[in-house]
Structure formats: C-alpha cells, structure tokens
C-alpha cells in the first residue's frame, strides 16, 4: 500500500524511536524491522530514513556510535538515549490521542469495512 | 572465475556510486559510509535471495531514493553543510597532506616574520634612520618572496636544478639592491624598490608553475592564483587591522602605550606572514569556494565602463585638456593596469568554449574606451615631455604606458575578431599569459639596467 507522503514523516519519528526501544541497531536493521513489522505495507525509501536518524541524534533523542558488522565493515549504530525514551512515551500520549479520535469518528467505519468481508 | 569477475564488477560500481554521493555537498564522507554500509546489507540479501550482483546493486541503489531528493533531504537536516567551512575543508583521505601543508605553511610565515627583525640585530632599525629606513624600502621583497618561493618549490617537489633556477632571480635582486651605488632616496633607487617585487612576484611564478613556466596553463593558474592572493591578503591586513585597534585600546585603557609593540613587532611580522599566509589559503581553499577575483570583475566591468565613458564624454563637451602635473602619467598608468586587470580575470574566468556575448562586448568597450583615455593622457604629456626631459621616473612610467598599451591594443583587436566570429577565444587568453614575461623584462630592465644608464641620481 502507498502511505501518503506526510503520514510517512509524521510516523517516522516515533517508528524509529520504538524500534530502537528493543535495543541497539542501524538503518539497514531498521528498515527491515519496519517492513517485517508492517507486514510489507509500509515501505520507505530508504535513504530517507538517515536524514531522520541524524535530526533525531541533533536532538539527543539517540546517541550513534561506529562499530563493525559481522563481516567487519564500519557501520554506524544507534541508541535511545532517556531523552528518548522520553519522548517516545509522549508520541505514545499524542498518537493514543490521534487514535481514539479517529475511532470515535465514522472514520472506524471505514477501517472495519474489510473485517466485515 | 565468473563469480570472482561479478564481485570485482560490484566493487567498482560501488565506488564509482561513492564518489558519485560524494559530489553532493550535504551528504559528507561518513555519511557516504553510512549508506554504503546499507547498500552493502541490502545487496548481501538480495544476493542470499538468488539475485546476481548486477540485479542486487541495482534494485538496491533503486530503493535508496533517487539522488537528487535524498540529497535534498540531507540538505535540510545539515544546512550548514551548504555553507563550507575553511579550515575543516575535507578531513578524508587528503587530510594528513592538508595537514602537513599546513604546517610548513605557518612554518614558513613565522621565518618570514622572524627575518624581518634580523636586520634589527644589526642596527638597522625598522622605524629608525633614514638610511635604515631606504634599505628595508629596497629589500622588502626579498624578506617574504624567497619564502612564497620556497613554499611552492616545497609543494611541487621541485629537483636542485629547478631550484636553483628558481633562486637566480632572488640572489640577482639582492645582489643588485645592496651592492649598486644607489645616491640615496634618489629617483633609481625607489624606482628599483618599487620594481623589484613585481620581478620577484613573477619569478615566484616560475616555483608555482613547478618549473614549468613555459605552459600557458600554468600561467593562467599563477594569474588566477595572484588575484585571489591579493583578495585575501586584502582581508587579512583588514583583520590585522582590527586587531591592532583593539591592542591600542586595551591596553590604552590600563594606561599603556602599546604602539611600539604594534609599529615594530605585530604590523612588520604580520605583513610578512600573511604573504604566505595569503598563499596558502589559495591552495587550501582553491576547491571550497568560488573564485572571487572573477566575480569583482563581473562587478567592476561595467561601472568602470561607465566611469570612462562618462569621462571621455564630458571632455569632448567641456573642452577641457588633461592637465599635466607631476602625477599624472603615473595615474593614468595605474588606470591601464586595472582595466588590464579586469580583462584578465574576466578572461580567466570565462569559459573558453562560450559564443560571445553582451559582456565579451561590455569588455571591448571598456578597454577602448581607456585607450581613447591613454591616448588623450598620452598625447599632453608628450607635447610637454621635451621641455620636462627624460627623467627615470618619466621614462619608467612611459615604458609602462607603452607596454600596457600594446596590451590593450592587441587586446581589443582579439575581442573585435571573437565577438565578429572570425576566430576563438583561446588567442585572447594565450595572448595574455604569452605576454607576462613582457612584465617581467621591464621589470628587471628599471631594477638593473635604469640605475646604470641615469648613473644612480
């Protein structure tokens, strides 16, 4: 499925920072997590996720540093800092927020059309 | 065998996709790492999957995004990187050659600071006798030169017969300047002083070039090179400036007089240093920043077109002749060599491979509009040259009158034939670097033949 160009941005932020609640990891892992997360519906491209991360190490919400994959390239991994953390339960406040909106509102209707089939 | 060729094939294509990236001013080295490491993952699973090389980097490049957008993209998030810095200029793999640059860049522009006040271990005082005083005018070049010489005979790796080509030029100068029977504060004597660092400035030519000073394009670099000096050297003196202002006050403000300091430590050792200092911004920033010698040019053509016009104009309505004092010649030699100065950095600035167009004309017209000027000046000042006599100071500045007309001259007829089509415009650029040694002849003449013939009066 196509996800509208500012959901993507918007959901970005908080993807990231819950990924990176499970633990250490980097881009390419992230990515990856997010398409097996999504069942394959949400798809970035992937370039557009380093951008990101860097906004979100300027902000002190992640810390990176470099190390070595398995094969012994450099690679560079990131970690929530406790700004992070932070922040990602107050996405979680917003975006319950956003959620329970959105049900309340004929908007569920429409999301529980295919359930119904 | 096969397979061996298929990896050795996605190397390349990986690095040529790096210095690709690389290009891209917001995206900067480790962030090249960095998505050359996803590139890598990408391409390693793709491969797992049963994909060839050839599919994998493709398909992963694909979904990387397109260039331009995550270029874009970066660009938001490292603003600053649009901005580029001086001093950190590229800490990649040319980082410990910047780095040793650096240091026999500073190096070098300390001794030329330091050998400056040598001559004061001898009594011979910066701001002290008059004689004192005649010999710093005269030897000036030769305190910083010899270093912006050897600065480049360093950079270039130069072998001893290169150098000592390289040091003939320097030693004749102060042989010259220091043995000749000068009558003192006599016309020869700041004749030569004024001479001799345009001699030297062109010998340094000869260490930029790396000995090769006979490549036209060697020349045009040590053209594009010597405008570029001037504009940083310019900016340094202003900060030296500044900061001179600053010691006096503070230091006026517990009561102190630092003017001493200034006079005889931070201005001469400053000036000094920052010839070097000047140079070696040039070559470090040369790749970050746009040339700015070429965008005064664009500036400056015009309203200097303007101001000729105006001026050729009025005289023909008014009437009124070019009046004939003392400094006149001098001027209107000083006017040549600025619009000689406009057509080279315009010159070396422009594409070679470009029709003519509005500003190739706007040049023309400048340039003959100075001749016209020259002419005029020339003309009242030959009416009366007979009753004035030939002193060297008449004869130096109407050799330099004559030189940087001929200049102008040839000039105008390439521009007339390039913007009519009839040739290109390499002539025009082959043209000015064919004619520096001019300068430098001229040069030498006044600094060793002028005092000889006007038997050093």
């Given at each position: ?117 | ?427 025009l650029e082959r043209w000015q670097t064919a004619y520096l040694p001019v300068y430098a002849v ?16």
């Amino acid at each position: 499925m196509d996800i509208g160009k500012d959901l993507v941005a918007a959901s970005a932020t908080p993807l990231v920072l819950a990924i990176l609640s499970e633990g250490e990891s980097y881009g390419y892992a992230i990515i990856k997590r997010v398409d097996e997360l999504s069942g394959g519906e949400l798809r970035w491209t992937d370039g557009m996720l380093y951008p990101v991360l860097h906004r979100l190490e300027r902000n002190g919400l992640v810390e990176a540093s470099w190390g070595r994959s398995e094969s012994g390239r450099r690679r560079k991994y990131y970690r929530l800092t406790d700004r992070g953390s932070e922040e990602l339960a107050n996405q979680r406040r917003q975006w319950r927020v956003v959620n329970e909106t959105l049900r309340a509102t004929p908007f569920k209707r429409f999301q529980l059309v295919p359930q119904a089939i | 065998m096969a397979d061996k060729g298929g990896e050795q094939m996605l190397e390349d294509r990986i690095q040529e996709w790096r210095s690709y990236l690389h290009r891209r001013e917001a995206i900067d080295a480790t962030d090249v790492d960095e998505l050359e490491d996803h590139l890598r993952s990408q391409v390693a699973d793709l491969r797992g999957a049963g994909l060839d090389e050839d599919e994998a980097f493709l398909i992963g490049v694909k979904r990387l995004g397109e260039l331009d957008t995550l270029s874009r993209e970066f660009a938001r998030e490292h603003s600053e990187r649009l901005w580029k810095r001086l001093v950190v200029a590229d800490v990649g793999e040319a980082g410990t050659q910047w780095g040793r640059e650096a240091f026999v860049a500073l190096g070098l522009a300390v001794a030329a600071g330091i050998a400056i006040k040598v001559p004061e271990l001898f009594g011979l005082s910066w701001a002290g006798s008059e004689r004192a005083q005649l010999f710093y005018a005269r030897n000036l070049s030769l305190f910083v030169l010899p270093f912006l010489a050897g600065y480049f005979a360093w950079k270039r790796g130069l072998d001893s017969r290169g150098l000592l080509r390289l040091a003939t030029p320097f030693v004749l100068g102060a042989l010259a300047m220091n043995l000749l029977p000068f009558n003192p504060g006599g016309h020869t004597e700041l004749l030569a002083a004024i001479h001799l660092p345009m001699a030297l400035w062109l010998a340094v030519g000869v260490g930029y070039a790396g000995g090769a000073w006979s490549s036209h394009d060697q020349r045009m670099n040590y053209l594009r090179f010597s405008g570029e000096w001037f504009i940083y050297y310019v900016l340094i003196a202003l900060g030296g400036g500044v900061l001179m202002m600053f010691t006096m006050f503070v230091f006026g403000a517990i009561g102190l007089d630092a003017e001493w300091l200034l006079e005889s430590w931070i201005l001469p050792c400053g000036a000094m240093g920052a010839v070097i200092v000047a140079a070696w911004l040039v070559g470090a920033k040369q790749s970050v920043v746009e040339n700015m010698a070429p965008v005064l040019t664009l500036l400056f053509t015009p309203l200097f077109t303007l101001m000729l016009l105006s001026f050729l104009t009025t005289m023909v309505f008014t009437g009124s002749g070019i009046d004939v004092g003392r400094e006149v010649l001098i001027g209107f030699d000083l006017l040549l060599v600025l619009v000689v100065g406009l057509l080279v950095y315009s010159v070396s600035a422009r594409d070679p491979h470009a029709a003519p167009g509005f500003f190739d004309a706007l040049q023309l017209v400048l340039v003959i509009s100075a001749l016209l000027v020259d002419a005029m000046a020339l003309w009242a000042i030959l009416a009366r040259i007979s009753a004035f006599g030939f002193t060297p100071n008449r004869v130096a500045a109407l050799g330099e009158n004559l030189i940087l007309v001929v200049n102008l001259g040839w000039s105008a007829v390439l521009y007339a034939r390039f913007i009519g089509r009839r040739a290109g415009f390499a002539p025009l650029e082959r043209w000015q670097t064919a004619y520096l040694p001019v300068y430098a002849v001229w040069a030498w003449i006044v600094v060793l033949i002028f005092p000889l013939v006007f038997r050093f009066q």
